[in-house]
């Protein structure tokens, strides 16, 4: 099964959250859909190491690029790509059908709790997805889990994620990712019933599987 398809991304803004495998999934889906696809972020990320990456540019000037994807931002500290000014979401919007926003940081850690300023969700965002690094459950809070501070949970046990996804909101569907074992699959399972029914998928975006979870 496609991503695109187990997602449901249709044309518009999908906003990417979480920790875990955010900027691959992007690259994922840009690969999957079909026409032009914008990647921006909202916070800061990398530039593509696949993609062409346009620095502020103008409306114009993406027109005129050939290449299908386009990574676009300003300059940020450390060489990352930050929010794109010259342009909005809005205008991205009318330049390519696709739009996928990196709407969060998580300093490269497989779990995350948020502060009350993040995730920075557009609002014109059709739908967010969260992404879930299984390569955290069961370890200890502080070292795989980003703002350890904010993590209400004892542990990082599936029942704790779970328990801090549904605390914390913000999104519409969870891709719980790096789900590469038979084991690591039953954890996701597990967090998954704590959660609204339809709205968790599992796999991994290295080996190009995900399921959706009952």
């Not at 909202?42 to 386009?70: C, G």
């Amino acid at each position: 099964m496609l991503f695109k398809e187990a997602l449901a991304i249709g044309p518009g803004i999908t906003a990417i959250t979480g920790s875990g495998g955010k900027t691959s999934l992007l690259h994922l889906l840009a690969d999957e859909l079909p026409g032009r696809v914008l990647l921006c972020t909202t916070t800061h990320m990398f530039p593509s190491d696949t993609y062409k990456t346009l620095w502020n540019p103008t409306a114009e000037q993406i027109r005129q690029d050939w290449a299908r994807v386009l990574c676009i931002g300003a300059p940020a500290d450390h060489g990352k790509l930050g929010p794109c000014t010259s342009l909005t979401l809005a205008d991205l919007l009318q330049l390519a059908p696709y739009v996928l926003v990196e709407a969060d940081g998580s300093r490269r850690l497989p779990l995350k709790a948020h502060a009350a300023w993040e995730p920075a969700i557009p609002p014109e965002a059709q739908q967010t997805i969260c992404v879930v690094g299984a390569s955290g459950l069961g370890k200890p809070v502080e070292e795989v889990v980003h703002r350890p501070e904010l993590w209400v949970p004892e542990d990082t046990a599936p029942t704790s994620v779970a328990e801090m996804l549904v605390r914390e909101g913000r999104w519409d569907k969870v891709f719980i990712n790096q789900c590469e074992t038979p084991e690591a699959l039953e954890q996701a399972r597990e967090i998954a019933r704590g959660l609204p029914p339809g709205t968790a998928f599992a796999g991994s975006i290295r080996q190009h599987m995900i399921c959706p979870l009952p």
